[in-house]
């Protein structure tokens, strides 16, 4: 099990994501688990439901969901400069700009959920194949020190967040209209 990183490992706007990690929790068997979750709460809805916005301005499902792909995508690669050793500072990502270009809206849900099935493939190979010094390795990201053992909470945090979202804001509605 990867233990929790200390707050001198991550940024303070990462301290949500870290801490929707369980204590105890292993980040990896929940980023397992959490793909089950996902499926279980997204596929079964419509194209058409899944562009609903729980309010104006507010992301689609879709849009949500291809938000939590690029997000982990980028995450993962941060994991990997990281653990190769990479000491280069690792430049921020501004969120509100991809999601108008990713034109979700635009693809089936059906889609999204399979590129989401392959990223997390992906994520979970290169976190398993992690050794216990990988994961202590540190570099920069968005100005602040940022370590592999973070990043592997803040990827399943991250998901937590928008799982939450999804469960309180999003369907609920969905199944009163």
């Not at 997204?42 to 997000?71: C, N, P, V």
């Not at 059906?110 to 570099?139: C, P």
């Not at 053992?149 to 937590?160: D, K, S």
């Amino acid at each position: 099990m990867i233990s929790r990183p200390t707050a001198t490992e991550y940024s303070p706007y990462a301290n949500t994501y870290v801490q929707l990690v369980p204590d105890g929790q292993d980040p990896i068997e929940q980023l397992r688990a959490q793909s089950a979750e996902v499926k279980l709460l997204l596929a079964g809805l419509t194209d058409e439901q899944a562009l609903f916005r729980y309010a104006i301005g507010k992301w689609s499902i879709k849009e949500s969901l291809l938000h939590m792909i690029d997000t982990e995508r980028i995450f993962a690669y941060r994991a990997l400069r990281i653990s190769r050793g990479d000491q280069t500072p690792l430049p921020g990502f501004e969120q509100d700009d991809y999601v108008p270009n990713s034109y979700a809206d635009a693809r089936t849900l059906a889609d999204l959920l399979h590129e989401y099935d392959t990223v997390r493939a992906a994520t979970l190979s290169l976190l398993d194949s992690f050794t216990a010094a990988t994961y202590e390795r540190t570099g920069v990201a968005s100005g602040h020190a940022l370590s592999v053992r973070a990043l592997a909470h803040i990827i399943p945090g991250h998901e937590a967040h928008h799982i939450r979202l999804f469960r309180e804001r999003y369907l609920p509605s969905l199944t009163t209209t």
